[in-house]
């Protein structure tokens, strides 16, 4: 029998959570539940373990689509279900950092994000930018990717439209 503890940080389940730090694995009697528990205590423990169906992405909290707004624009980046860590500390599962694409479209799942113009990358883990933007309509996309610069694909995207007077 699989035993998880709750996480402190945000009162889930560990399994569930990605600053899992308390996981407890308790076998019951039984080969069959003590191979259970095990495979689950090293999936758990290794960080391999990522939910993607209970997270719900990227964000600009502070922003809503279609909001006319001046440049500087200051946006917040907020993740739900992966945690952000600087691409210095290198690939570990379940983490990575923001990127915002200008006027220009998301890469695939697994794809390099440029380093262009069009292509901001916040690898020191940054969570918030004040973004010069000329005046126009614009789309922001939210991009979140490892340390590698990978794309987590459209799961970890968001894409709004702002103008900018």
Partial sequence: MLTLKSCKPCKRSAAFCSNQRSVLC???????????????????????AVF???ASGVSFPN?????????????EFAVDGLTVKPAAEGIVAGTGHHHVIIDAPAPAAGTAIPFDDAHKHFGKGQTSVDLELPPGKHTLTLQFANAAHESYGPEFASTISVIVE
Wanted: glycine share 8%; hydrophobic share 50%.
């Fill in 26 to 48: 308790r076998a019951s009697s039984g080969a069959a539940n003590k191979l259970t528990s095990a495979a689950a205590a090293v999936v758990l423990s290794s960080g391999l």
């Fill in 52 to 54: 993607p169906a209970l």
């Fill in 63 to 75: 922003i809503q689509s279609g909001a006319t707004v001046s440049s500087p624009l200051h946006l």
